[in-house]
Nanobody, 124 residues
Framework: QVQLVESGGGLVQAGGSLRLSCAASGRIFSIVRVAWFRQAPGKEREFVATVTWGGAGTYYEDSVKGRFTISRDSGKNTVCLQMNSLKPEDTAVYYC?????????????????WGQGTQVTVSS
């Protein structure tokens, strides 16, 4: 089993920045990829960004490209999501998820392990 704990959410004004962290523990040697998803009120959960556990490969949803950066801190078994130039439409609960098997990087079904989520609220 892999345990994921998110932190770093909060309230920020539009144009501001937040840094989310996802700390992994347990059978971390089985992780091949970590992603962030988000779910806004009344909407389905959607893909945001992903990184390979080795840290080399990243991929972003179009609306966050150039604003968000996902990275892996191998020394801390942590994946971070740096969010800059935040917009009110970025308001959502952000979830960290880990995959231990190959598959489509953006597909929620691929990710076996999920964190509890952290709220991000961007005011206008």
């Amino acid at each position: 089993q892999v345990q994921l704990v998110e932190s770093g959410g909060g309230l920020v004004q539009a144009g501001g920045s937040l840094r989310l962290s996802c700390a992994a523990s347990g059978r971390i040697f089985s992780i091949v990829r970590v992603a962030w998803f988000r779910q806004a009120p009344g909407k389905e959960r959607e893909f945001v960004a992903t990184v390979t556990w080795g840290g080399a490969g990243t991929y972003y949803e179009d609306s966050v490209k150039g604003r968000f950066t996902i990275s892996r801190d191998s020394g801390k078994n942590t994946v971070c999501l740096q969010m800059n130039s935040l917009k009110p439409e970025d308001t959502a609960v952000y979830y960290c998820a880990a995959a231990s098997a190959p598959g489509m990087a953006t597909a929620q079904a691929r990710y076996k392990y999920w964190g509890q989520g952290t709220q991000v609220t961007v005011s206008s």
